[in-house]
Nanobody, 117 residues
Framework: QVQLVESGGGLVQPGGSLRLSCGGAGVIFSIYVMGWYRQAPGKQRELVASITSGGSTNYADSVKGRFTISRDNAKNTVFVQMNSLKPEDTAVYYC???????????WGQGTQVTVSS
């Protein structure tokens, strides 16, 4: 019923920028809290950023000032603009949708981001 698909990952050099997109299908997008998570090899998955329907945002300390999350409910899409990328940002990035009323949570398949010179 709910499918999330990430795109925009790839290889970028330190200091560069990348924009990830996540599209949702079969979902009334506006009722979900949307988030981006990442997982590096050997590490636990961590929250990168989240955004509510009303536009309230939350960021991990490690990305504050560098990443910006946004959403377009009409297009069922959430974005994260990643600037000043560092090698430690290298990870698989996952899109998440959480329906606040029920607690139901859905995940995309992930997209690889590699920051290297």
């Amino acid at each position: 019923q709910v499918q999330l698909v990430e795109s925009g990952g790839g290889l970028v050099q330190p200091g560069g920028s990348l924009r990830l997109s996540c599209g949702g299908a079969g979902v009334i997008f506006s009722i979900y809290v949307m988030g981006w998570y990442r997982q590096a090899p050997g590490k636990q998955r961590e929250l990168v950023a989240s955004i509510t329907s009303g536009g309230s945002t939350n960021y991990a300390d490690s990305v504050k000032g560098r990443f910006t999350i946004s959403r377009d409910n009409a297009k069922n899409t959430v974005f994260v603009q990643m600037n000043s990328l560092k090698p430690e940002d290298t990870a698989v990035y996952y899109c998440n949708a959480r329906r606040s009323s029920s607690g139901a949570s859905y995940w995309g398949q992930g997209t690889q981001v590699t920051v290297s010179s």
